[in-house]
């Protein structure tokens, strides 16, 4: 029986890991689910997860929450960015993931996974111009900076993703150990 309740965590976190694409809370999901299986499955069983594990989910999930939001602010700041401008580049980036989830793209099984990371990055731009052109920067140089935003929050959203990925393989060592 404890076989099939770890393998039931298993399927838990690799869905919340694609939420984590769709650009819902997925890997912080993942820590509450493992604390769930923590509670539920007795030390003694062999597929027993222990609290250090999920603490380090927790850090895992932190960590992955810092870089995506910093991602796209650190383009701005590389490309010689305002202030203002790395955080019109956050709330464009927050505003635009949040639109992605109502807008689909007519792409069978991944449209919704394209909309919130493709509508994400292009907040990150718009906020970036937004901010830019506010601090009186020039159109060319807001724009150049749009760019890096938007490919940062695009690089911060494959970290995320990847950490997620490390936190279901954290799950699967710690049960085998």
Known sequence: M??????LLILILVTCWLLTLLGMPGNWLMVAAAAVYACLVPAQSPVALGWKTVAALLVLAALGEIVE???????VAKAGGSRRGALMTLAGSIIGGIV????GVPIPLIGSI?????????????GAILGET????????????AKLAFWGRLAGTLG??????????VVVVAMLM
Not at 69 to 75: E, I, V
Not at 114 to 125: K, P, R, Y
């Open 2 to 7: 404890a076989i099939i309740f770890a393998l």
């Open 69 to 75: 939001l910093l991602a796209g602010a650190m383009g």
């Open 100 to 103: 992605g989830i109502f807008v």
């Open 114 to 126: 394209v909309a919130v990371v493709l509508f994400a990055g292009l907040g990150a731009m718009a």
């Open 134 to 145: 506010w601090a009186g920067q020039d159109a060319d140089t807001s724009w150049r900076i």
């Open 160 to 169: 995320k993703v990847i950490l997620g990925a490390v936190m279901i393989a």
